[in-house]
Structures are given as C-alpha cells and as structure tokens.
C-alpha cells in the first residue's frame, strides 16, 4: 500500500516540509533509505544521514533545522522515535488486517465465531470453542475444545491453544507457542517407576499478554496457571503448571519457573533464568540473566548468580572471585612465612 506525506501527516498530527504529495509504500533506518520509503531521525547521532538518505520521506522532531540541502520530505512531529512506533503500529495493523476462512480448515459446527475473525488454511477449531471479534488465528495452528479466546487476540501460525484454555483481548501469541500441555506431573512408586498425574486444570492468560515463539505454558494439575495482564514473555521460556505472573512482568528468552510458584507485578527476569518451584517472588524484583533462584524474594530486591545473591553484594564478591587464584597464591606464601618462623 502506498501512502503520502499528507495522509502520514494526518495520522501523526504532524506538519509537512515538502512535497505533500511524495508517496512511500515501505519502512527503512534512515541510513539505508530508497525511493519510496520512509524513514525517521531521533538520535542526533544519525544526524549526518539526513542530507545523504535516498528516503522519500523522513519524520523528525519539530525543532530540527536543516544545515544543508534535503532531497527528502519532512514531516515535523513532537517526538520523533514515538510517531515512528506510532506509524509501525498502525503498518501492522494493516498488514494483518486478515478475514475470512481459508480452505482447507476445520471448524466445529459448535464453535462461535465474532465479526471479522480470520481462521487461516489448515487450521483446526475443536467444540464449543469461542472467538471475539477481530481474532486472528494463522495456517496451521490448533484451538482445542472449549477454548476462549478475546477480542482482537492474534494467534500466528503452528499456535497451540490445548482444550479449555482462556486466552484474553488483544494478546499476541507467536509461532510455536503451545499453551496448556500437561504439566510435568509424575509419581514414583515402591520400583523407583513413575505413573503419571492427570493435569486436569488449565491456563488463563489475561489481556495485553505477549507470548514470544516457542514458549510453552503448562496447564495445571488442579485449578489454573495464570499469566496476569500486560505480561510480556520473550521466546523459548517454560512455565509450569499452576505458575501465576503478576501483570506487567517481563520475562527473556530461556527462563524456565517450576511448578506452584507465584511471582509478582512489574518484575523483570532476565534470559536463562532458573526458577525453582513452590516460591514467591515478590513484586518490583529485578533478576540478572542466568541467575538461579531457591529460594523466596522479597519486594524491590535485586538478584544475580547462582545461587543468586544480592546484586551488589554478588558484583563486591565478583572481584573476590575473578582474583581467587592470586588471593589463594599469597594465602599460601603467608602461611609459609608463618610456619618458617614458628
């Protein structure tokens, strides 16, 4: 699709510097701008790019004075990097704005289905499932029986939605996430062999929840795993069954947390963090990548290491342990001093 200064201009509540009339139909970095495109200058660092980018169209903030001859438009905005993220919303928003059921997919004579839903080639919608309006569900994926899901929720494509899972409005579920498989429930009897625990519970996921690719949410034994509002999860992370995760917390790619344990509001976890189960973490807690936590976490704290300290108690003991060898060096040079004397 193509659009000019003018119709950007209308969207961003911005003002033209040039022709209203020059069109772009794609998005670039300012120091790799064509014809056709259109770009944005927020950083002075990229200052020096302005007078040379071949983009049709640059925004930039409304006290920018050029020094040189432009050959690209401007459209002058307040903030500059935010009406970008403005406009790349609304670019995505058209680029996925899919309706209609492609064939071949499969649809349960039970399921319900709200006003402009899109259900993608080989897809499969079991009984009694329920879609709002504006739901986007890419080839490929999987809703099981009873699933609920909310207004304007994407699933993209090979999503895994197992059977009576809630999933809320306006959610965003990458490729290969798979929501509510059977927690990892095993009981060992007299022989040291394992029978399996029925998982009979599942997972509510609340609204404005981010779900990156490849990650997996277990449902639970009894009851629900619950991923509260505004949660943003990177890609290839674990959460056990009957795991809950207060609203607004964001967690990297490849942490894992095990069964039962809760953790609070607004934290932010770091990739490759390990989570034992049957803990709480408290809220406004800030843990560094690859740390191991066993234990409970109180509100505002600061972790890393494993098994995580303190974060500055573990950078002061850090200087101990990168010199460990030196400091065990001299301990052992003292003691020969001391006993050549004794």
Not at 11 to 34: H, W
Not at 122 to 148: A, C, H, R
């Amino acid at each position: 699709m193509e659009f000019t200064a003018e119709q950007i201009a209308g969207i961003l509540e911005g003002t033209v510097v040039g022709d209203p009339n020059t069109q772009v139909s794609k998005l670039a970095k300012i120091e790799e701008g064509t014809v056709g495109s259109l770009t944005f200058l927020a950083n002075p660092k990229y200052k020096p790019y302005i007078y040379t980018t071949k983009a049709s169209i640059t925004i930039v903030n409304s006290d920018f004075e050029p020094e040189d001859t432009l050959e690209t438009t401007l459209i002058k905005v307040e903030d500059a990097y935010g009406a970008f993220t403005k406009l790349l919303e609304y670019y995505n928003q058209i680029k996925l704005n899919k309706t209609g059921i492609e064939q071949p997919s499969f649809i349960s004579d039970s399921a319900k289905l709200g006003e402009n839903v899109y259900v993608g080639a080989f897809t499969y919608i079991g009984d009694n499932v329920t879609l709002g309006d504006n739901v986007k569900i890419f080839p490929n994926s999987y809703i099981g029986d009873n699933v609920v899901i909310g207004d304007s929720t994407v699933v993209f494509s090979g999503g895994k939605i197992y059977s009576e899972c809630v999933i809320g409005a306006n959610c965003v579920i990458n490729s290969g996430a798979i929501i509510g498989a059977d927690g990892f429930g095993f009981k060992p009897d007299e022989k040291g062999e394992y029978s399996k625990v029925p998982q009979i519970g599942n997972v509510i996921i609340e609204d404005f929840v981010d779900i990156g690719a490849g990650t997996t949410i277990d449902r639970a034994t009894l009851g629900s795993t619950i991923i509260r509002r505004g949660v943003k999860l990177d890609n290839q992370i674990q959460i056990a069954h009957n795991v809950e995760i207060g609203r607004n917390t964001v967690i990297a790619a490849q942490a894992g947390i095990a069964g039962s344990t809760k953790i609070g509001e607004n934290c932010q976890i770091g990739g490759q963090v390990g989570i034992v189960g049957h803990i709480t973490i408290g809220n406004n807690v800030k843990i560094q990548a690859q740390s191991g936590i066993g234990r409970h976490v109180k509100d505002n704290e600061v972790l890393q290491g494993s098994p995580a300290l303190a974060y500055g108690d573990y950078n002061k003991s850090y200087v101990y342990f990168k010199n460990l060898p030196k400091i065990i060096k001299n301990i052992s040079e003292i003691e020969k001093k001391v006993d050549g004397n004794s």
